[in-house]
T-cell receptor, first 113, second 112 residues
Framework: EAGVVQSPRYKIIEKKQPVAFWCNPI?????LYWYLQNLGQGPELLIR????????DSQLPKDRFSAERLKGVDSTLKIQPAELGDSAVYLC???????????FGPGTRLLVL | AQSVTQPDIHITVSEGASLELRCNYS??????LFWYVQSPGQGLQLLLK??????LVQGIKGFEAEFKRSQSSFNLRKPSVHWSDAAEYFC??????????FGAGTTVTVRA
């Protein structure tokens, strides 16, 4: 069974540029998560989807971050415009249901110059 | 709100020696507890989880953890570490809405 797929794996951009990350969850998993992991820290939840509905986006900085999960499968996380402080690893995870184990992708490492 | 403290930022252990990683949580109700491992450049992999029942939980790769409610702890142990166990380890607690809160992690270095 394929795991959670994320792309790109690495991204370098200049500040004020837009950037987008893509996530393909494990087939059949209804719940999808985006996490932010700063260097030396544990992941922090940005947004959680159940199917195509964002059920928890309280930690998503909505002035510059947006996310979507069309058709309840793949998801895209966007930052526009990016700031230096956005340099981090962005992890996607999925689970069959919210109460089930979360499986993580390898992450996208973003560097904003 | 729930939170997790991992007191040790970095631990160095000799190959074949035992390993114990500490985790303390704060949560008002019965917690759901997890240990994840992250190798360099990789995502997080679940080692084990505690929801209820037996307080000694067995996981993958020879790891086990013990839930102690009186101490608000969920320490991870392995009797004999292998060089491949070098990684970063995260303890996490989930609230009753299944939202995970992670600790800052403990980096494990294994020396030959």
């Amino acid at each position: 069974e394929a795991g959670v797929v994320q792309s790109p794996r690495y991204k370098i951009i200049e500040k004020k540029q837009p950037v987008a990350f893509w996530c393909n969850p494990i087939s059949g998993h209804n719940t999808l998560y985006w996490y932010l992991q700063n260097l030396g820290q544990g992941p922090e939840l940005l947004i959680r989807y159940e199917n195509e509905e964002a059920v928890d986006d309280s930690q998503l900085p909505k002035d510059r971050f947006s996310a979507e999960r069309l058709k309840g499968v793949d998801s895209t996380l966007k930052i526009q415009p990016a700031e230096l402080g956005d340099s981090a690893v962005y992890l996607c995870a999925s689970s069959l249901l919210a109460e089930e184990t979360q499986y993580f992708g390898p992450g996208t490492r973003l560097l904003v110059l | 709100a729930q939170s997790v403290t991992q007191p040790d930022i970095h631990i160095t252990v000799s190959e074949g020696a035992s390993l114990e990683l500490r985790c303390n949580y704060s949560y008002g109700a019965t917690p759901y507890l997890f240990w994840y491992v992250q190798s360099p450049g990789q995502g997080l992999q679940l080692l084990l989880k505690y929801f209820s029942g037996d307080t000694l939980v067995q996981g993958i790769k020879g790891f086990e953890a013990e839930f102690k409610r009186s101490q608000s702890s969920f320490n991870l142990r392995k009797p004999s570490v292998h060089w491949s166990d070098a990684a970063e380890y995260f303890c996490a607690v989930a609230s009753n809405d299944y939202k995970l809160s992670f600790g800052a992690g403990t980096t494990v270095t294994v020396r030959a």
